[in-house]
RNA sequence: GCAGAUGUGGCGGAACUGGUAGACGCACAGGACUUAAAAUCCUGCGAGGGUUAAACCUCGUGCCGGUUCGAUUCCGGCCAUCUGCACCA
């Protein structure tokens, strides 16, 4: 009697769906349980492998909620503007709009043949009007608030397609597809002022349920750090060079200044520079280069000085050299620095290139740390004490960066200053396949934002989606479009052509999911505060900085102005590791170790996917795909379709059996809170050695085992507990339960070691006392003969686990 | 270079709060069933030594060191691999 998964898992699929299995409502009267997954972005490839491991793992834990009684919201949409659709579109000649229709049809085939709980009713699609309207809304009430400006910032620029270039397609600074030189081009760009809101974001993670390394991870992208800025005077000059340091205690030690190629100072300064011409030659070289090639591994430090130009050292009133190199960043800090090359590795590098002078401020307390710097810098904060420093000298670096903040306080040229790595967010995308940026420019009222009743301003459909000349939008070239009215004067004026970013329309879908179907408001009020936060949220670990860092600011702004209930969208946030070829690389085309989904559920149908992709290792972590552990996990299901045969009546369970029963039961509980699916389901392969060595179960027993099997192998438990005479589906009865006293044994096995190796173990009966298991170990024959001709030191029983015996 | 992670048999992995390392699965070997094969069922399976067989002994969780009666687990220092990135002063 064979197992038919085609049609099983068809049937129950169809049946979930028409009866509404699934469904969540919107009824405040029940507890409520919000699981989320991050939605696929539709690409033509289809599902990758990688997505049934998130999603199965969350609809495992989603079923075992609705099975403990919660009314659960398990939604699913599609995140699906973006590049690849319109690079596709572009090389294809198909509108990018049919080719994300075609996708989304395929995906959702997909992901219905996985037999994933999804409540299908609440679908979102990013590039639904419906659904962009609020994405627009949104993006309006931030420019209302001051928190979207325009600012003119760098590009990618591919020299041979004349377009601007996302990050991605820049592959070793030549542009991925036609392979022309990439240049930086300055281009006016709509900005989000996400570092208004760094504090915040690192704060409020302290009321979150976040795996450690992702809180780890988004305050060190955050990168808060304590300093000062301190301002150098230009030598004969009323300007000042002002500069952000971290470590102002070794201010003594600063022999040179360094701005970046871009800095501000160059121009302002221009008529002093006696070398003009060979700065201005660097700066041109600095912005060839691709942000790949200026943080290159490894990299020999270059540079210009300026020369004609000094600046004073404000402490020790000596007069320091300013050079030009691209080490120094214009987008952190202030864009110019003050070199300590005795105490920082990449000043020192820099300085023993060209030659400049190194002072030691700082010297060791500890004999044993070596601190040379003429072979490299020396940075140990902990062990460093302050010399050649004037009325610093003697100090720890704690003490004197107190008192040199001080200092420069009073004298105003220097403050306190607090920063952060973080940089504001660019928000505008020079392409056709996004969101229209809602916002008119009106030559006498300036930028003005679309009326939010006019909303959704909807993207043009358009034939001519390529893009323009010189890195402009698409929809540049369509003046009609561009043309209109300011609604605030009334006269002519344009429309911004730039659409946004992908990440704008994944910033809030887990609101829309709430009330999908809402025209009045994002979602009402009532399922705001129903289903606000989501309890758990997984997805990978590759979206930490961006995607769950941007969200996060959108939540916080949407609450400080009155929309969302909760300061945080997320109160619990997981992450699944990334699932790799049979070889252990990374699955990708070129490498032809590609595993389509598809081909896996019709050679072994989806309960066998699902399960294989919970067996196959810990759920946080890499892991190969192995076409022959797969077949194992076949076989597993066969041996439980099998087990009917084994179905005897009445009253079964010897005390053994009743035992394995209650302590699964337990185990799979708390393994899939802890998402420990692994072992999980080790659990029930042991459980189902174990019938087969007894070759019977009972009703009782069998049931318990579907029910706790079901989250991870839907159709074939439902199937089976239907053969077993079940009335009810196994979704809609309860999770089992168990008995505390019935997981634990009364006589356990306890190792003894001599010296800490085991020599030997014993039975006793739980609890016993220390006195009698004493007098069972030194009986014991193996034990006598190795603490034979040695002198016992010490006995240590630690009680029920072990007991270890010290000889000399 | 920076940040985050990972390293255990032939392979994927297990091991609760520091307490019998290798659960479970794969591969492999042997057996049962079969005319035969596949499938299925049963048994064995870290390495080395030892024994007719066992018992038993030694080594073993990337490397070096430390703490401890006892370390895959804790601490210090290395090495390698993966992921992300913005040389972050």
Known sequence: MGYSFKNIEKKWQDKWYSEGTFYAENNTSKKKWYGLIEFPYPSGQGLHVGHPRSYTALDIIARKKRMEGYNVLYPIGFDAFGLPAENYAIKNHVHPKVVTEQNIKHFTDQLKALGFSFDWSRVVNTTDPNYYKWTQWIFVQLFKHGLAYKTTMPINFCTGCKVGLA?????????????????????????????????????????????????????????????????????????????????????????????????????????????????????????????????????????????????????????????????????????????VPSHDTRDWEFAKKFNLPIIQVIESIDKNTICDIEKEAFTDVATGRLINSGFLNGLSVEDAKKKVIDCLEENGIGTRKVNYKLRDWVFSRQRYWGEPIPMIYCKQCGWVPVPEEELPLVLPDIEDYEPGENGESPLAKHKEWIKTKCPHCGKDAQRETDTMPQWAGSSWYFLRYMDPHNTEALASKEALNYWSPIDWYNGGMEHTTLHLLYSRFWHKFLYDIGVVPTKEPYAKRTSHGMILGANGEKMSKSKGNVINPDDIIEEFGADTFRVYEMFMGPFDQTAPWSMESIRGCNKFLDRVWNMQEFLVDGNSYSPEFEKMMHKAIKKVSSDIEEMKFNTSVSTFMTMTNEFYKQKRINKAEYSTFLQLLNPFAPHMTEELFEIIGSKNTIANTPWPTYDESKTIDDEIVVPIQVNGKVKATISITLDSDEDLVAQKVHENQSIKNAVADRTIIKEIYVKNKIYNIVVK
């Open 167 to 339: 990050n991605e397609e820049v592959v070793n600074g030549v542009c991925e597809r036609c392979g022309s030189p990439v240049v930086q081009k300055e281009k006016s760009q709509w900005m989000l002022k996400i570092t208004e809101y760094a504090q915040r974001l690192i704060d409020d993670l302290d009321e979150v349920d976040y795996l450690e390394k992702i809180k780890t991870q988004q305050k060190n992208w955050i990168g808060r750090s304590e300093g000062a800025e301190v301002k150098f005077k230009i030598v004969g000059h009323h300007k000042e060079l002002v500069v952000y340091t971290t470590r102002p205690d070794t201010l003594f030690g600063a022999t040179y200044m360094v701005v970046a190629p871009e800095h501000p100072i160059i121009k302002e300064l221009e008529s002093e520079i006696t070398n003009l011409e060979e700065v201005q030659t660097y700066q041109k070289q600095a912005q060839l280069k691709s942000d790949f090639e200026r943080s290159e591994l490894n990299k020999e430090k270059t540079g210009v000085e300026i020369k004609g130009i000094k600046a004073l050292n404000p402490l020790t009133n000596t007069e320091i050299p300013i050079w030009v190199s691209d080490y120094v960043l214009i987008t952190y800090g202030t864009g110019a620095i003050m070199a």
